[in-house]
């Protein structure tokens, strides 16, 4: 076992030799066949997996806990990429690091002074950062952005899968690339479709997290393929 901080920067490092990539939302999957799942999108060509976990409490929506994630990590070694949609993630984000997970993302609507616990995710060894939702003020990442390995612009309000992407996450991610320079992860969620993807990119986007125009398509393979072959046209 390696130490934390090299542990995060293998992390940084594969996602940031991966940029642009897909990252699939679970959210949407067949979980009746996790593992099958699983192997689909490996197959697929997929670098890093999206954990959408949901409290019902911060979000009105619930998905899963820390059981998901060991599970996941006992079946693949893909990077996992978890987002706390929670109300308390001081309480439970180590908990997911414990659990396997590589990235960790919470939303600055739920600890309004997020510093201790970014600290405490990369001393555990996860890469850790920021989500913000459409709605709430821009001003409030910027002054941790410095301390975050990534930062998720959400281009939906968290909670649900299949909504139409909010074009405020595009000016949000060419301010951060301007400003935060060449190694900051940027990470975007909510409506990336073959519409949308082109455009994220474009803004600086690395990390497209893609549910429904994945999960809701019979091919997996072939979404993904298209996807690629939109982000990057
Ligand atoms: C929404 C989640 C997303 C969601 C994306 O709160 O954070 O990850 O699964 O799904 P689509 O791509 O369908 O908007
Ligand atoms: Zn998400």
Known sequence: MSEPSSRAKNTILALRGARPTILPSLLL???ANLEREVRLLEEAGTVCLHLDVMDGHFVPNLTY???????????TKLTLDVHLMIS?????????????????????????????LLTKLQSQGAAAGLAINPSTPFESILPFVPQCDLVLAMSVDA????????????????????????????EVDGGVNDSTI???????????VVGSAIFRQADYGQAMTRLRRVMQA
């Open 29 to 31: 999957c067949d979980f």
């Open 159 to 186: 909670g649900f899968g299949g909504q139409p992407f909010n074009p405020v996450a595009l000016e949000r991610l060419a301010h951060l690339r301007k400003a935060a320079g060449p190694d900051l992860l940027l």
């Open 88 to 116: 308390d993630p001081s309480q439970y984000a180590p908990q997911f690091v414990d659990a396997g997970a590589d990235a960790i993302t919470f939303h600055i609507e739920a600890l309004p002074e997020p510093s201790a």
């Open 65 to 75: 806990g820390m059981p998901i994630v060991s599970a996941l990590r006992k079946i």
């Open 198 to 208: 082109h455009q994220c990119v474009s803004s600086g986007a690395d990390l497209l």
